[in-house]
């Protein structure tokens, strides 16, 4: 075969391969919005064949062939098609690990498994949750020699999640982290409690809307290739470059929690909008990693929009859109109490500087779990543990416990970190960009282009052209916990004067 | 091949092609309701890809293969079996006709002619448009002799949107029609008009939306497997029969426009939630005809939903959403008012007794068209006689004349006689059920189970078991216009007092 029908071909399978995503993402998009509550059925039989021929395609003995000839004439490729080469060739060579049978078995437990948690979380139930997550680990062990058997497992499904990363790296990681941060827990728990009531009077749904609409305005989203929908949980799914949706929830008694899961799935989106035209259709397009992708969500989230600049500059059109509620509160009241720290049971209502010990207890579970030390029916005693440990706090129950997240009942299991990764590399990346420019002299002027610019040319436009630690070191430098420890430090000694 | 393994491959071949169209109908939905404007270009590209593979299954070699085995050994399948072999080398030996480059080609253009349509309707301007028309008929005159060398090529055509039907056929029953109509309406144009001033107050729209959910209760829809969205065109689109999806258009000032079109595609929506399990995930799933579906749907919104019966059994409620539009109008104003007769222009605005005659000018002039005795440019003004002649209307401008429907810019020639077809069919189902049981009497306790039932157990389940002309005639004989045409001069005469 001639090269040039080589790359026709690659070209060709990659499109194919986009299709497919798109068409799965779209039956997604409609099941959590609009799809009427019985229809489940008929959409699971669809993208069960839309997934087997994904993979079918992936894994097919011509596709196989094709990427090793283009692999052995390598030398004369151009460097984007060398690494969708790279990248299409790893991820096929390990579907092809994984025996059918077994892939099988697992897509059906983890279909299972979603049930039972929902059911299970919904009656603080973990007794029958227990053996299905024994299951899950007991796969995901598996699976992780399929995925790389020269990795210790835990390690090898970390890899998964953040290419590059591992067990020993993370373990110095979250002490540092442990070590500064519980000791400011502790000591701004002594001192009196901020008052946010405001937060919580009643903020009418169609106001809040509205006042989304403005968040997105400041981030600079355009909104012709930017949907705003809503949803139970927020995520942000994208087609392309052009075509990318986030969600929210409208709590009618927290303004904060949609504020805040707009600027962070906004920043999830200005990523996947930032990523370049000529990656588009191709195994490239994308983000790159999950932590890379959380350093920009929480970037736009915490960094600036948890920061006295930013909330200075939009203060007044908040106060706009909710005078009844906000007339009286001055944007100093809304910085500390958006800033109100509070050790508590759940991960996705904790405060930026908890957040990361929620974390913590997560990635001590799951690596005594997928290392074999820990037995699924332990969880919930070592999760109590952990919490007391960390956060102080005592769990009353399983369903505000270990059954409050999804990510295990997915198979998700190494996921969780990328969480604080993505903390970290964002304060990284912001020392970076203050180096370069005055950023919250521009912040302060409601202004995020700069930011917004940074980032693009230093992270976004990338995709998965580079690998993940590639894209964090040329944005800021190898990993280093201290630079977020720092960040923290500053802000909360000013905030609670510690 | 053990026959064994044969339908097992037909049975995933088919499970494949559903996924397909599960897939494509997702990204149409998107696509008509939430999707950000300029996304077009990424969901065409997979769109594209979808499709092409589509119709890569349907004719490839194996798959031919296939169908042509099972259908030498036809004698040892059961009724369904049978069946799906038979529709699917119907439609894959269609698509292996139409040569690879003339089908691309034609795709292509359909996608800019939709387009060129758009702004043409936009604008005012037939000229821009006109060429691409002529190109559009020179292409279906191909590709009639390609979907049935043996036949003219309009009746090939036909035959793609209602299998059975042909001109001489539709000759006589337009005729018949046309014959019976024309004098009812110029009887009626010499009587006062009807005041319908009250459907023209201002109606907001959350009203009309909870309105909307109340008709489709009354319809008995079951609202687990259907959904009511909103577009600019309302449709109805089927993933299987526990999920289909009808939308709708709110009109401020026109109270009658969304409560109609939710009974109309209400109808649709039953018709496909009807259809027997046994047929899901099969080529045999979904309505059996264009002219069935519309029988269906015009079923629910004119033979039941403008009768005096209905309209009187839920006025008391219409009222209820709307005392101040509606408190002082009775039901046999209101009756009257959504049954007022009024020769105009627009065909998806047109009244009950008009309507078919909107469908007889497509008629003429596609017949024209296509037979090659009129050319595009001569459109017009064919328009124009026709509707002076059928309707007595004076054609303003093109937009409001043969530039109004979509249709032709789709490539869609043969199609709009579907509906004139439905309208009979269904005053024939209507006069069978009536020998059944007390059909208005059941309706106006405002019950439609009755009704529905009996279309459920005579049309909806077989899906497309039967062929559409079988459907008909086992459910209400062959085609007979007098049969509609008597239901006409029944209800107009009394309403009118002719």
New interface residues.
């Given amino acids: 075969m001639e090269q040039t029908e080589r790359l026709a071909r690659l070209d060709a399978l990659q ?2 391969l ?2 497919y995503a ?2 799965e993402n ?2 997604y ?2 099941a959590v ?7 489940a ?3 699971g ?3 069960g ?2 997934a087997g ?1 994904h993979q079918k395609l992936l894994t097919d003995p011509e596709t196989k062939r094709l990427l090793d000839e283009l692999a052995a004439a390598s030398g004369s490729l151009d460097a984007l098609h060398k690494r969708e080469v790279e990248l299409l060739r790893r991820e096929s060579g390990k579907l092809a690990r994984i025996p059918a049978d077994e892939y099988m078995a697992y897509t059906e437990l983890t279909n299972r498994a979603s049930d039972v948690w929902h059911k299970a979380k919904e009656n603080d139930d973990f007794a029958s949750f227990c053996p299905v997550l024994q299951e899950l680990v007991d796969y995901n062990r598996k699976f992780a020699g399929y995925y790389d058997a020269a990795k210790a497992p835990y390690d090898a499904l970390l890899n998964e999640y953040e290419r590059g990363v591992d067990t020993r790296q993370l373990d110095a990681f979250f002490e540092t982290l442990r070590d500064g941060i519980v000791p400011l827990v502790r000591a701004i728990s002594e001192k009196p409690p901020v008052d946010d009531r405001f937060l919580h009077l009643e903020y009418p749904v169609e106001r809040q809307k509205a006042f989304a609409d403005y968040i997105m305005e400041v981030m600079g989203i ?6 705003l ?1 809503e949803t139970e949980h927020p995520f942000t799914l994208e ?2 470059n ?2 990318v ?1 986030i969600t929210t929830h409208y709590d009618l008694h927290n303004v904060a929690s949609s504020m805040y899961s707009v600027l962070h799935e906004g920043g999830h989106a200005l990523y996947e909008l930032g990523i370049r035209d000529d990656l ?2 191709t195994c490239l397009a994308g983000g790159v990693s999950m932590g890379v992708h959380e350093s920009q969500s929480r970037f736009y989230e915490n960094l600036i929009g948890r920061s006295r600049a930013f909330l200075e500059a939009i203060y007044p059109r908040v106060q706009a859109f909710f005078p009844e509620q906000l007339g009286g509160v001055s944007a100093e009241q809304f910085y500390r109490a958006v800033n109100k720290v509070e050790p508590s049971l759940i991960r996705t209502e904790s405060d930026e500087l908890t957040y990361c010990l929620h974390i913590m207890v997560r990635y001590e579970i799951e690596k005594q779990l997928i290392g074999g030390t820990l037995r699924a029916e332990e969880v919930p005693a070592e999760w109590a543990r952990l919490y007391r440990e960390y956060l102080g706090v005592e769990v009353p129950n399983d369903r505000e416990g270990c059954l409050q997240d999804s990510h295990w009942s997915g198979g998700s299991f190494g996921y969780f970190p990328s969480y604080a990764l993505g903390n970290a590399y964002g304060a990284q990346m912001l020392r970076r960009m203050e180096q370069a420019f005055d950023v919250f002299g521009q912040v302060a002027k409601g202004d995020l282009s700069g930011v917004t610019g940074w980032l693009r040319e230093h992270v976004h436009q990338y995709g998965q052209l580079l690998e993940p630690a590639d894209v964090v070191r040329n944005a800021c430098g190898t990993l280093d916990p201290q630079v977020y420890l720092d960040y923290l430090t500053r802000k909360y000694t000013e905030l609670y004067a510690l």
């Fill in positions: 499109k194919k986009y299709a798109c068409a779209s039956l998009l409609d919005t609009v799809a009427p509550k019985n229809t059925e008929g959409r039989v669809a993208l064949i839309l021929e355009d909104r012709g290739h930017c949907g929908g087609f392309n052009k075509d949706r588009q259709y």
